[in-house]
């Protein structure tokens, strides 16, 4: 095998890794949270906060769902173009952390709401 043939296969490994660091919103799992900190509050504050929680879940899906397209758009120039490009996929803010957290602040909001029988 040729020394390029070589060094290309090897980043192109390195680039699929990557892109694989920036999983799709739909696959990023809910923090546990528990419910017992939304216990005084209302049943019109649950679903104040349940509202705002939606909203910043959709906004961070979408981050996180364009963070891994640009991931891929990367990966895909960096394999044809220019293999040392898919280097700079790392650079790419990953949003699943706080994705997950807002996911799960939600799930002890509904559980709370349910609890209280909103």
């Known amino acids: 095998m040729k020394t390029h043939t070589k060094v290309s296969a090897a980043l192109m490994a390195a680039c699929t890794t ?5 999983p799709p919103a739909a696959d990023v799992q ?9 216990n005084a509050r209302t049943c019109a504050q649950l ?3 349940a509202a705002a929680l939606a909203q910043n879940e959709a906004r961070l899906a979408a981050a996180q769902d364009k963070a ?4 891929t758009n990367i990966v895909t120039a960096a394999v044809i173009l220019l293999p040392v490009a898919g280097l700079l996929a790392m650079a790419n803010k ?3 952390a706080e994705l997950s957290a807002v996911r799960g602040e939600l799930e002890a909001v509904e559980q709370a709401r349910s609890a209280r029988g909103c």
């Open 18 to 22: 990557i892109a694989a660091c920036t």
């Open 30 to 38: 809910a923090r546990y949270v528990s419910p017992a900190g939304y």
């Open 47 to 49: 679903a104040t906060e």
């Open 68 to 71: 891994r397209a640009n991931d």
């Open 94 to 96: 990953d949003y699943a």
